[in-house]
DNA sequence: AGCCCGTTCTACATCGTTGTAGAACGAGCG
DNA sequence: CGCTCGTTCTACAACGATGTAGAACGGGCT
């Protein structure tokens, strides 16, 4: 059986309260008292329950981030990100997936997935395809990247529509005229960061003064970097003439750079290859990867820092925060 | 305040403890009572609270994971299937990382960091390569990758020192002489992972008759792609001459590829690479990158299932089960 | 009828922690 | 001396769930 509060106050000869207050820095204590208890603190090795606590005061110490997959790079440092943050304010951070599922995503702001937690970072994709409206909220939530339409949720979200702008601006200034939107998925009226850059995609076009070209519009299902690879083969196999693309995200445009690759096209000589994301694998890439970097590490600090001030209390309206981007420019585009 | 089990009785008209065995699919109860409860707990959305759970039962329902980043593909995918493993056990996890930092890991074995949980995965890196002996555990741990000096815990590692020495083979039988070892440590005498890799080198170096150089054994800190780029170029620059590269991980590999594409070698015409881990990323590189599996997968789900296993009671002896590896032959080597 | 037994349900104690209320103490003041 | 006040400590209740013990019931057996 596990060392308890009560353990502790029989070996140093104190009341349990008293242990209590030593371990939550209570400052009326005398030192001798505190440092009776800290040596059987030590002496028996004691640890809080968390379980316990947590009960008590309503509070785990945990938050939730749910993200579609863990194996993207992109996910994969934006949780990193996450937890060095939720660690500078204590709390520790369960990670859940949801593969893109809108289903599972309600589900995880219902609160009938996942742990109990004191909140939720979410970066649903799935639901902000959809569109119906999420009133179920169980956590204070901040929702990441992609806007769905909910209730009074904090949104730290990106430029996706002027980056995806500025990244076909950036090729069209080099010369590209035919440029593919690699991602790009069917109409929805969400505004799904994928719809976004789309929107983006087309003003940056019109901008430049190009032409929309239906078959240019490249879908790729899971935002991987084998998708991105696929589709740019089968475009490639179809015959399809392009001289730039624009990647919805990093992992894309670098299955977009191997299929150019394989396929014995020059990048960016014969098609220039533009990104979204700036993760870190972009600059080691052959070529290194010129993408549109969207402040990935703000939006998670800026994430835990808001969902922290809610669980805290903070109860004014909902609020919106979009991190700002530039063009990282190296050598693919 | 949220509802609790207590309104879900009242609301149905029955006991408290009757609602606990609906919700614990007690069997003996009448079909009717089972029905009222449903009722109830749907027209309240009654979530069963966690920590009281936890608390009455000492148990959480949630593990640790244990990284030195997660931003490392290898580790974000080896933690996306321990998660998906984990779900399958009904477990939730918690993700933390040390930097491979020593004195943090041993903090998460004592259970000094780190949130309370049922148990332990951890893939110590900064510990394996210290020679102390850890005896504190907190919870049912099983480690993973590397070996340190711990009692009674499980291991499950994989062919480190095999594969290593296969991938020597691999590039010496095209023909390769000068084979750096990308991310070879300094001497310890803890059987770690880089370590065993290296003795595995200097195995299958001595196997295919090859010397040994000193100035081919090449250090690379944190097992990034940055570091394995920097580190290979800076060979180059000091005029040493190679014609293979064992990078000691796939993304070591991979900066090594970045790196001789910049100095404007051809992979594999002047330098054959070979990596390990065989990372999602492989397959996408320019070349495909050609490494040694060690089966990530495997690794994962007998890690989570062995540490279920010990949640659950099993106190046999300490186990160690080691992974199968093979060659994922591609065009890198 | 009297008994046992399985089913169905309830009351109560309990897990380990923290908040509340208040006791005991000495110092400072009139 | 008697009072207040701040400090230091203690006893007890409470958080929300589940295990234990046992009550009440009806059916089947002797």
């Not at 789309?198 to 899971?222: H, I």
């Not at 935002?223 to 015959?239: K, V």
Request: charged letters at 20%; one cysteine or more.
């Amino acid at each position: 059986m596990a060392v308890t509060i009560a353990d502790v106050a029989r070996h140093a000869g104190v009341s349990i309260k008293s242990v209590s207050n030593y371990l939550n820095d209570y400052p009326f204590m005398s030192d001798a008292m505190r440092a009776r208890i800290a040596a059987s603190v030590e002496a028996l090795d004691y640890k809080v329950n968390a379980s316990a606590r947590g009960l008590r005061l309503g509070r785990t110490g945990a938050i939730s981030l749910v993200v579609p997959e863990l194996a993207q790079p992109y996910f994969a440092q934006l949780a990193e990100d996450v937890v060095v943050r939720a660690e500078h304010h204590g709390l520790h951070v369960s990670i859940e997936m949801t593969g893109a599922d809108p289903q599972r995503e309600l589900a995880y702001l219902a609160g009938d997935r996942g742990p109990q937690v004191d909140g939720l970072i979410m970066h649903a994709v799935g639901l902000a395809r959809t569109s119906g409206e999420v009133t179920e909220l169980r956590y204070p939530t901040v929702l990441i990247g992609d806007e769905i339409a909910a209730e009074g949720c904090d949104f730290v979200t990106m430029a996706h529509e002027a980056a995806a702008a500025a990244a076909v601006g950036y090729l069209a200034a080099r010369g590209r005229t035919r440029i593919v939107a690699l991602g790009a998925e069917r109409e929805t009226d969400a505004p799904s960061g994928a719809r976004l850059r789309l929107d983006g995609y087309r003003g940056g076009l019109e901008d430049a003064g190009l032409a929309a070209a239906p078959e240019l519009l490249v879908p790729a299902g899971l935002w991987r970097i084998g998708s991105g690879r696929q589709a740019i083969e089968a475009l490639i196999d179809a015959g399809v003439e392009f001289d730039g693309v624009v990647g919805f995200n990093d992992s894309l445009a670098l299955g977009a750079i191997s299929a150019l690759a394989h396929a014995g096209l020059d990048v960016p000589g014969d098609v220039s290859v533009i990104g979204f994301d700036d993760i870190d694998e972009a600059p080691f890439a052959s070529p290194p990867l010129t993408t549109a970097d969207p402040s990935r590490h703000v939006l998670a600090q800026t994430a835990v820092d808001m969902l922290v001030e809610r669980i805290e209390g903070e109860s004014g309206p909902a609020r919106r925060v979009e991190a700002p981007f530039h063009i990282v420019e190296r050598a693919s585009a």
